[in-house]
């Protein structure tokens, strides 16, 4: 069964940095693409990139890149997403989610959310 | 603003069928797949439909999904009151260096 567990709740101060992860299990790490998706208070979900931890090989979606990072660790079957400097508009849950072995497929798995909450 | 567009919200009575539409345009549902999720309040979303039409093991095939053109649709026959949940459309775009685009949601309510 795949399972995707994530890092918890954060709470952080703008400019400050942040990582969180996402530790994947009971599939092969490096033959599926991974990413996250954000989802704001009320709204609708914003897919913001994923990463073929096979090669690293990284997408971003367009208002997402230059933002955040997205990595991962094939040795602990991680995948992670990174802020350097935080800002207020940051404040969301975010979601791992898994697609297929190619990176037009679909979601098949997501991970139960990290919420982030950015307030000086 | 979204770039696939869906109707805020829906409503049905235990018992009938409901639709929920998505439309896109030719750089997204007009030339590639369709994937349709479920999310119920506080909880991840999950694949309902994939591939326009679809459905992951453990859907029921009360679910069922189409395309004609640019526009999609999400049909939930035998509507019951825990289909109610948020769903959302989403498609692959190639001309917004977006790439996968999500519908701005359904709220279903079962009347």
């Known amino acids: 069964e795949v399972q995707l567990v994530q890092s918890g709740a954060e709470v952080k101060k703008p400019g400050e940095s942040l990582r969180i992860s996402c530790k994947a299990s009971g599939y092969t790490f490096t033959n599926y693409w991974i990413g996250w998706v954000r989802q704001m208070p009320g709204k609708s979900l914003e897919w913001m990139g994923i990463i073929y931890p096979g090669d690293s090989d990284t997408r971003y979606s367009a208002p997402f890149q230059g933002q955040v990072t997205i990595s991962a660790d094939k040795s602990i079957s991680t995948a992670y997403l990174q802020w350097s400097s935080l800002k207020a508009s940051d404040s969301a849950m975010y979601y791992c989610?898994?697609?297929?072995?190619?990176?037009?497929?679909?979601?098949?798995?997501w991970g139960q959310g990290t919420l982030v909450i950015v307030s000086s | 603003q979204s770039v696939l567009t869906q109707p805020p919200s829906a409503s049905g009575t235990p018992g009938q069928r409901v639709t929920i539409s998505c439309s896109g345009s030719s750089s997204n549902i007009g030339s590639n797949t369709v994937n349709w999720y479920q999310q119920f309040p506080g909880t991840a979303p999950k694949l309902l439909i994939y591939?326009?039409?679809k459905r992951p093991s453990g859907v029921p095939d009360r679910f069922s999904g189409s395309k004609s053109g640019t526009s999609a649709s999400l049909a939930i026959s035998g509507l019951q009151s825990d289909d109610e949940a948020d769903y959302y459309c989403?498609?692959?775009?190639?001309?917004?260096?977006?790439?996968?685009?999500f519908g701005g949601g359904t709220k279903l309510t079962v009347l």
């Open positions: 989403t498609s692959w775009d190639h001309s917004l260096n977006v790439y996968v685009v």
């Open positions: 591939e326009i039409n």
């Open positions: 989610a898994r697609q297929g072995v190619a990176s037009s497929d679909p979601i098949y798995s």
